[in-house]
């Protein structure tokens, strides 16, 4: 991983965004890349849930309202949390939970929030394929939206970020609270201008990107963990 103590974080935040995001390109090398492929692979098959557009991990617990009940991270995820922990960008908190996403050619996710469940700061290295992250502006309170109803979200588009293979990205304050988020079904993209990390990025300007599949693993922190005696009670053995 990049060498943390030799970077400024400041460096790579998108001026452009009207929230804080940061976006590191490579920082991962490809030999890391294809480890965290060969170790999200090899998890045994029950540790896959398939939804109908994706399927996904759950490493460290599953997050819930009433609180998370805390698993063992592996090592090989670890490393990684530390890694991006000593960053500072989760302040005093350490990650605990991580999340794998695997995305196929044309496969995405419908704008939205990710909700209180987790500290406001999120943290997202890019396996595999590329892909396009789109933003869209909040949903007042006097607007009504479910995943069932469809909204004129090309209207709401304030722009978008290009997540290159083994980049990082960071989502903080407003960015992560208000705005929403979403991959677009699509099979291919086209760079414009449209996206806000152009400067970081290797792709150029009306370059035609081909997606192909696409691991996203976010690393955050829930602040809501259960207690061992909270779940099987006070009782002595």
């Known amino acids: 991983m990049m060498e943390n103590k030799k970077m400024n974080l400041e460096d790579f935040?998108?001026?452009e965004a009207p929230g804080t995001l940061y976006y590191i390109p490579d920082f991962i090398s490809p030999e890391e890349e294809s480890q965290f492929m060969t170790n999200i692979y090899n998890a045994p098959k029950p540790k896959w849930t398939q939804l109908s557009h994706r399927r996904l991990q759950n490493w460290g617990g599953l997050p819930h309202p009433k609180g998370m009940v805390a698993e063992i991270i592996p090592q090989w995820l670890q490393t990684s949390m530390n890694s991006i922990s000593s960053l500072g960008v989760f302040g005093e908190k350490k990650p605990n939970h991580a999340l794998v996403n695997e995305y196929e050619s044309g496969q995405g996710i419908m704008p939205h929030e990710d909700g209180p469940l987790f500290y406001p700061t999120i943290t997202t290295?890019?396996?595999g394929s590329h892909t396009v992250l789109d933003y869209y502006s909040p949903i007042s309170q006097d607007e009504s939206y479910s995943e069932n109803q469809v909204l004129d979200f090309s209207s709401r588009?304030?722009?978008s970020l290009l997540l290159e293979p083994r980049s990082l990205l960071i989502v903080q304050d407003e960015m992560y609270t208000s705005f929403l988020h979403g991959i677009r079904?699509?099979?291919?993209?086209?760079?414009n201008m449209k996206m806000f990390n152009l400067q970081y990025c290797s792709a150029k300007l009306g370059q035609t990107l081909n997606r192909e599949k696409?691991?996203?693993?976010?690393?955050r922190h829930v602040p809501k963990v259960l207690k061992a005696n909270l779940i099987f009670g006070n009782k002595k053995r």
Do not use: A
Request: aromatic content about 0%; proline content about 0%; overall charge positive.
């Open 125 to 127: 290295i890019n396996l």
């Open 185 to 191: 079904e699509v099979s291919s993209d086209i760079v």
């Open 13 to 15: 935040k998108i001026k």
């Open 157 to 159: 588009l304030i722009g």
């Open 214 to 219: 696409r691991i996203s693993l976010t690393i």
